[in-house]
Every structure is written in structure tokens, then in C-alpha cells.
């Protein structure tokens, strides 16, 4: 299996098996390893009592991509440390684009950055987060092909 046919099937997998990215309603327009972009759209059920999208969804939308860009490796990537700032408010049909930036990666530990912007291209929102790759394999299997 290339490195692509991997990225491809663990890009499927975690679309298929994560609930709360679905609910989000998060497509993936873009995902390699260390690399993802992806798209959603602001929806009632996400604002909050000033009218505005819960910054809890802008961050969980943040995260999603870090999940995708930091698996397609191949290996389960978890989360160490993560931090957003929001820069500006988000509204009821806003769609916004989450796109990343790997910083560092070693055999251990990787560094990322990922602006969240609507998609006219104004920052709502800048995402840090560091993960731990772990030796766990998505799809075992195929560990002997790489």
C-alpha cells in the first residue's frame, strides 16, 4: 500500500467512525499526512445565547482537523496539549474552512498550527496543538508494505 492508498484509508476511517465530526457536518476537502483541509457550516444549533457560534464548536472544528492532518500517517495520533484564540465571531450559515500547517514532527511529538477562516478568507480563529503519534497502527495489516 503507497503512502496515498494509506492516507486515503485512514481519512475514510476517520470519517466514517467519528460521530462528533460527523455532527458537525465536516467535509474533508484536502488530507495528507501532516495536511488537511476541511469545510462546515454554521448551523442553529451551534449558537449560543449572544447569537454568535459557541466558540466550543469553532475549537472542536479545530481539533477535527488536527485529527485528520496528524493521523494520515498511519499511526493513532492523540492529542498532548491544544489552545485557539478566536478572532472574530461566527454566525447562524458563516461556513468556515480549517486549514493546516505541521511545524515539527518527530517520531514522538508534532507541532501544529490551523487557521480556521470563513470561506471570503477572514481569520475567525487560530488553533495550537501538539500530539503524541503513538506505535499504534490504523490498519496493521499493512504495516509490513510501508
Known amino acids: 500500500m503507497t503512502q496515498k492508498e494509506l492516507t486515503e484509508k485512514v481519512t ?8 462528533f465530526a460527523r455532527w458537525l457536518g465536516v467535509e474533508v476537502l484536502e488530507s495528507e499526512p501532516g495536511y488537511a483541509k476541511i469545510k462546515m457550516k454554521i448551523r442553529g444549533d451551534m449558537i449560543n445565547s449572544f447569537g454568535t457560534c459557541h466558540g466550543g464548536v469553532t475549537f472542536a472544528f479545530a481539533q477535527t482537523a ?3 492532518c496528524s493521523n494520515n500517517y498511519g499511526n493513532i495520533a492523540v492529542a498532548l496539549e491544544t489552545g485557539m484564540a478566536f478572532t472574530s465571531p461566527l ?20 507541532v501544529y498550527t490551523i487557521k480556521v477562516k470563513k470561506t471570503d478568507g477572514t481569520i475567525v480563529g487560530v488553533f495550537r496543538g501538539s500530539v503524541y503519534n503513538t ?9 509490513s508494505e510501508n
Do not use: C, M, Q, W
Open 66 to 68: 488536527l485529527a485528520f
Open 12 to 19: 475514510e476511517h476517520i470519517k466514517k467512525n467519528d460521530n
Open 135 to 143: 506505535d499504534k497502527k490504523y490498519f496493521p495489516e499493512f504495516e
Open 91 to 110: 454566525y447562524e450559515g458563516d461556513e468556515i474552512i480549517a486549514e493546516t500547517n505541521e511545524e515539527s514532527r518527530r517520531s514522538k511529538v508534532a
